[in-house]
């Protein structure tokens, strides 16, 4: 999920993984004083839902503003994939709702724009490909899980958000943030590298395209992207939000989460689907009050975060980068945050150079892959066999000579879940249990810190939640967040702790453009 800053969701909250917007003092607030609302600038769900009240703004002008900030901007950043034909008529659609219904009675996302990642299924005139052509036109059977309680939140969809083709999974050799539909996206900071998978997801709030998205995470594929494009990110626990309806690459790994605004889309999108088994048992976390209580502005207050120096927490010789995480561990301090320092996770070389995960994914996908496009009431594959027939028939257009799809074919060479896949996910679990776990519940700490998305492999072997929060710019320029990650079911604490880091820093400022 992705979001912008927003006083009600908390300014950074807005950009988790529904993207973070700027401070309040941009917000829709200021804005609208100055202009009647006729810009969406870093506005935020909280701005949005005021302006409605004030009768400042209507769903359709709201939806028309960003439908115009997207033919500006998606030419060049290439954040968008397709917009929805019924947009439009959702947002007439949310405003003769609230103009019926008594004031109070809806969701905060209702008649607010979404953004879905290509890789999560809508039941309507949208494509859901994961960016490749090999989809296009396929039918899905229904609304992802996800997708289906954001329209009951009253959400309005207005697209879907380019991606890394196949969420990253169908070569090592393809760039990040480039797929055959979309094209290659850019960051809107430094028009390069955007990170993925989730790359439109963050690009599209990142640049105002978007009140809020939702992107999917495997491996990085929200943490990373909302830190290069100074959004706010938020991977939940795996399990949290369904997975139903999701192109998958693992179920044991993915989870769909948001970028901007991220706590009330996080407070819509949780809970048990039947489709998906897992949340079932995941959903004992969900706090009764949901997760928008947690934003605290004191919510750094006593809390214990821990700090792995060696290596993740390291930014090189970037003395930029560096001085400026100084100063945020400073801040911590100031506002109450025990920092247990210098801690040392015992097999944290040996995770990172360990192939279990790898060999464990590449058998799951062919399995999962292979019962999502089974599932299709229509489409022009049905098999990850397929898909390599169809990119080897269609080449130039899935730039198959340029960029391969050497992870598709070594996952068709896999034979399901045999003794090294199992003896892979046994090490897994090992390597979680004898690091992470332990290294959290002997120093009983409430979160780990760590730049970017370094801690996003960590996290996502076990299936623990983390949020990324915007943090600065290196010497480069590039933008860079700081990510705070738990336990299993410990995203109230971390919402405390990325809010509060918020509201006392507010890096966030929207990325200038001379086109």
Not at 1 to 28: D, E
Not at 205 to 219: F, H, Q
Not at 364 to 377: C, D, H, M, P, Q
Request: charged residues 20%; hydrophobic residues 40%.
């Amino acid at each position: 999920m992705a979001t912008k800053y927003s006083p009600l969701s908390f300014s950074v909250f807005s950009s988790l993984l529904l993207i973070l917007l700027a401070t309040t003092s941009s917000s829709a607030q200021a804005i609208k004083a100055a202009h009647g609302f006729s810009s969406i600038k870093e506005a935020t769900v909280h701005d949005i839902q005021l302006a409605f009240k004030q009768n400042q703004l209507t769903s359709r002008k709201l939806v028309e503003l960003y439908l115009k900030q997207i033919s500006r901007l998606n030419p060049v950043l290439k954040g968008v994939l397709e917009v929805n034909p019924d947009a439009l008529y959702q947002a007439d659609k949310a405003d003769h709702e609230r103009k019926s219904k008594a004031p109070g009675s809806f969701s905060p996302l209702h008649g607010i724009p979404i953004l879905l990642k290509d890789n999560i299924a809508t039941k309507d005139k949208l494509n859901s490909t994961a960016g490749s052509y090999a989809l296009l036109g396929s039918v899905v059977p229904r609304d992802a899980g996800v997708v289906t309680k954001l329209r009951k939140a009253g959400a309005i969809i207005l697209g879907k958000a380019t991606l890394s083709e196949w969420s990253y999974y169908r070569s090592n050799g393809a760039p990040s943030g480039w797929s055959a539909r979309g094209g290659q996206g850019k960051s809107p900071y430094t028009m390069g590298y955007p990170c993925g998978s989730s790359s439109g997801s963050a690009i599209s709030v990142a640049a105002n395209m978007a009140t809020v998205s939702l992107g999917t995470e495997t491996d990085g594929s929200i943490l990373c992207p909302s830190s290069y494009n100074l959004v706010v990110g938020i991977k939940p626990t795996v399990g949290l939000t369904s997975r139903a309806g999701v192109i998958p690459i693992s179920p044991r790994q993915d989870t769909v989460g948001t970028v901007a605004d991220a706590v009330y889309v996080l407070d819509a999108i949780v809970g048990i689907d039947h489709y998906d088994n897992a949340t079932i048992g995941i959903s004992q976390y969900i706090p009764k009050g949901g997760y928008a209580q947690f934003l605290k502005a004191d919510g750094l207050q006593a809390k214990r975060v821990g700090i792995v120096r060696d290596p993740i927490f390291n930014f090189g010789n970037d003395t930029i980068a560096t001085q400026t995480l100084d100063q945020h561990l400073k801040t911590l301090r100031k506002k109450g945050t025990i920092l247990v320092d210098n801690l040392k996770l015992a097999n944290l070389v040996e995770i990172y150079r360990s192939s279990d995960e790898e060999i464990a994914l590449v058998a799951e996908f062919k399995i999962y892959i292979n019962a999502y496009l089974k599932e299709l009431v229509a489409s022009p594959v049905g098999s990850l066999a397929d898909l390599i027939a169809f990119n080897k028939k269609n080449s130039k257009l899935e730039m198959l000579e340029e960029y391969g799809q050497d992870q598709f074919v070594k996952a068709e060479a896999t034979n399901g879940i045999g003794n090294a896949e199992k003896a892979a996910l046994a090490n897994l679990a090992k390597l979680t249990r004898e690091g992470f776990v332990k290294l959290m519940t002997k120093n009983k700490l409430d979160a780990l810190v760590t730049p970017r998305s370094s801690v996003s492999h960590i996290l996502a072997i076990g299936g623990f939640p983390g949020v990324i929060v915007p943090a600065g710019y290196d010497s480069d320029g590039v933008p860079f967040g700081l990510s705070f990650g738990g336990l299993k079911g410990s995203e109230p604490k971390l919402i405390e702790i990325a809010y509060g880091f918020e509201q006392a820093t507010k890096i966030r400022k929207p990325p200038k453009f001379k086109f």
